[in-house]
């Protein structure tokens, strides 16, 4: 919970705060039980000499929710601070942007080093007091904080109750306060994610008929998608008859939630409480036939505000980039050989916040579980773009192919194909011919076809070359 208050008091009559954390309604009689309590000492706070009585920003701003919430300003408090412990006021020059403070001379551009960063005079204060501030947080000042302190119950003290997160800024009744600062929880954004499969390869499929040595395998493959929260899941086009597990879709998902930053969830609204999930998006390679398969061929859970980047070639989605990933233990039998092994994978695996990433586009690896270990059963290169609601007006797309196709144009796939449609889907199928593992078979029986149109065309002009020679 979060929670702001504020109240009046006389130092030293009352030289203690007091903060209480109560559990509400928890008996059955109705009555609150006090779960725990932290004493503050205002009163050494107040006359410190390092000021903790309100922390100083870390930049002077007079907007925002970082603006400058004392009653003095910092070349108020930088006087005073002077005179307090027998030092000659400062001095400024003309623009306010240097000051001198006891032989020492400070400039804000020492401070501000992207001077573009700080023109807007709506957000940032003066130079003057941007300058003064400087100079009291390199004298040590104490800055804006927040601290964590200890609960604990008056009747066992010795026993820790748990830990509160606050701050307390303490200001003269003589001069008015400002403002309370405003600690409301920011409310959830409206973001759409958008998820482009362009393809899956090297799926581990199965078949009811086993097509036998050197046959290859045809299945009719779909990718479901489905993020947290959502009641139903999305489906992509199928791929009729795709080849030995590689399948081309070219198929955007959209899905629409709302993200709460502080807690870096997904909320659900609810009629008395709301829910909050990871936001956790997975996609899953299907057989078209569930007679054939129910359960997906792979798979892939990616939680945006913490995921691997998508690996640049197909070889390096391996399962050492997954964080739930563990090596299955090796067999009595296994032994390790380094002369045997041969790492193939990136040189670096990294992570990143889709929040604050927007976009990334490569491989990843596709598994199942198997026992309590997960196998890799194949990959999917996609990307991953995530956005708010008023840029994704700006940037409209359709789902799937369907119109506006922009943002990116997403082009019709080319796909391998038994039944030779299209001069591209021919190209793709020779493309797949070639890299197949029975290349030398079909080189083979293509060069016996070319020996027996040629011989077969020797015996049909045999006869009538004989008639001619004879005759002549």
């Known amino acids: 919970a979060v929670v702001s208050t504020q109240s009046t008091g006389i130092i030293p009559n009352m030289p203690q705060l007091v903060v209480q954390t109560w559990d509400w309604n928890a008996t059955e009689e109705g009555r609150d039980i006090l779960i725990g309590e932290t004493r503050i000492d205002l009163e050494n706070r107040y006359l410190s000499v390092k000021r903790p009585m309100c922390g100083l920003t870390e930049r002077y701003m007079i907007d925002g929710p970082h603006s400058w919430r004392d009653f003095m300003s910092p070349v108020q408090i930088l006087e005073e601070w002077c005179l307090a412990n027998g030092i000659p006021v400062p001095t400024y020059s003309s623009d306010g942007k240097r000051a001198g403070v006891n032989g020492e001379m400070f400039s804000s551009e020492e401070f501000e080093t992207h001077a573009i960063n700080y023109e807007d005079a709506t957000v940032w204060g003066e130079y003057k007091e941007r300058t003064a501030l400087y100079v009291l947080l390199e004298f040590g000042l104490i800055r804006d904080y927040v601290e964590k302190r200890q609960l604990t119950d008056p009747v066992m003290p010795g026993v820790p109750q748990g830990r509160i997160l606050m701050w307390v800024d303490i200001f003269p009744f003589s001069e008015k306060p400002p403002e309370p600062m405003r600690v409301d929880p920011p409310l959830p954004v409206e973001q759409e994610l958008r998820v482009i499969v362009f393809e899956v390869t090297n799926t581990e499929t199965i078949q009811e008929i086993d097509p036998g040595p050197g046959m290859e395998k045809l299945n009719d493959l779909f990718v479901q998608g489905h993020f947290s929260?959502?009641?139903?899941?999305?489906?992509?086009?199928?791929?009729?008859?795709?080849?030995?597990?590689?399948?081309?879709?070219?198929?955007?998902?959209?899905?629409?939630?709302?993200?709460?930053?502080?807690?870096?969830?997904?909320m659900i609204p609810g009629d008395i409480e709301d829910t909050y999930l990871d936001p956790i998006v997975t996609l899953k390679v299907m057989d078209g036939d569930p007679g054939v398969s129910k359960e997906p061929y792979g798979y892939v859970h990616l939680n945006l505000s913490y995921m691997p980047r998508g690996m640049a070639r197909e070889d390096w989605a391996i399962m050492d980039i997954i964080p739930e990933y563990e090596e299955p233990p090796k067999g009595k039998d296994e032994v390790y050989d380094p002369d045997d092994y041969t790492f193939v994978g990136p040189t670096k695996i990294t992570f990143l916040n889709l929040y604050k990433a927007?976009?990334?586009?490569?491989?990843?690896?596709?598994?199942?579980?198997?026992?309590?270990?997960l196998v890799k059963t194949g990959n999917i290169r996609m990307e991953l773009e995530v956005m708010n609601k008023e840029q994704s007006e700006k940037r409209p797309a359709g789902f799937g192919r369907n119109e506006p196709n922009a943002n990116p144009l997403i082009p019709e796939p080319i796909r391998v194909t038994t039944e030779f449609k299209g001069l591209q889907a021919k190209l793709a199928t020779l493309k797949f011919i070639w890299k197949s593992p029975n290349r030398c078979k079909f080189i083979i029986a293509i060069i016996l076809q070319l020996f027996g149109f040629i011989f077969g065309a020797l015996l049909w002009n045999a006869p009538s070359s004989l008639t001619a020679s004879l005759a002549g």
């Open 229 to 266: 929260g959502d009641t139903e899941s999305q489906v992509s086009e199928t791929h009729t008859r795709a080849v030995n597990g590689n399948g081309v879709f070219n198929w955007r998902f959209k899905f629409n939630f709302q993200y709460a930053y502080l807690k870096r969830k997904v």
């Open 358 to 373: 927007k976009k990334t586009l490569g491989w990843w690896p596709l598994y199942k579980k198997e026992g309590d270990y």
